[in-house]
T-cell receptor
Framework: TQLLEQSPQFLSIQEGENLTVYCNSS?????LQWYRQEPGEGPVLLVTVVTGGEVKKLKRLTFQFGDARKDSSLHITAAQPGDTGLYLC???????????FGPGTSLSVIP | DTGVSQNPRHKITKRGQNVTFRCDPISEHNRLYWYRQTLGQGPEFLTY????????KSRLLSDRFSAERPKGSFSTLEIQRTEQGDSAMYLCASSGDYTGELFFGEGSRLTVL
């Protein structure tokens, strides 16, 4: 059974601090996605990682896919209040499987 | 392209009533997903379609839930005999390829009194 775990569940930091959130599984995924969700809205795709060891950067966000394609991390540099939201990782074991989501990391950046 | 559209955005109903949600995906997308989400949690998989074929339905889903996607276009999710535990946000997403990248609607929030 596919299962994605995320840590930490909650994170509250001051503006300007750095942070890392993690996504882990016992299964190998063909790709992993990271989404950000604000209250009352649907999740919005941030990035897809496909190759083991891959690193992608999106402005102050750095995403990494583990070598074994079982885990991923999201690092935010110099967090801003606009980064506040629920960060979700998601993936499917193969391109034919359903996409499942982790429980999310709720980030609050305090001005 | 107007994105994924869901309606109604909000539904308040009494326990025991039936409700139906509609999702219009991005027009060229062949995959369509339904998820349920409660406050502060990640989306929970309900079911998904490849064109008009329903590929999988969550085993956690009771027989009161049914989804259709006639002609591989829009989809409906019906909940019969609603219970208070059905109160949640119901999210629809579509995908145009096999990368797993999903595009979500704004969701339909259900409140069962």
């Amino acid at each position: 059974t596919q299962l994605l775990e995320q840590s930490p569940q909650f994170l509250s930091i001051q503006e300007g601090e750095n942070l890392t959130v993690y996504c882990n599984s016992s299964s190998v995924f063909s790709s992993l996605q990271w989404y950000r969700q604000e209250p009352g809205e649907g999740p919005v795709l941030l990035v897809t990682v496909v190759t083991g060891g891959e690193v992608k950067k999106l402005k102050r966000l750095t995403f990494q896919f583990g070598d074994a394609r079982k885990d991923s991390s999201l690092h935010i540099t110099a967090a801003q209040p606009g980064d506040t939201g629920l960060y979700l990782c998601a993936g499917a074991e193969t391109s034919y499987d359903k996409v499942i989501f982790g429980p999310g990391t709720s980030l609050s950046v305090i001005p | 392209d107007t994105g994924v559209s869901q309606n109604p955005r909000h539904k308040i109903t009494k326990r025991g009533q039936n409700v139906t949600f509609r999702c219009d995906p991005i027009s060229e997308h062949n995959r369509l997903y339904w998820y349920r989400q409660t406050l502060g949690q990640g989306p929970e998989f309900l079911t998904y379609f490849q064109n008009e074929a329903q590929l999988e339905k969550s085993r956690l889903l009771s027989d009161r839930f049914s989804a259709e996607r006639p002609k591989g276009s829009f989809s409906t999710l019906e909940i019969q005999r609603t219970e208070q535990g059905d109160s949640a946000m119901y999210l629809c997403a579509s995908s145009g390829d096999y990368t797993g990248e999903l595009f979500f609607g704004e969701g339909s929030r259900l409140t069962v009194l």
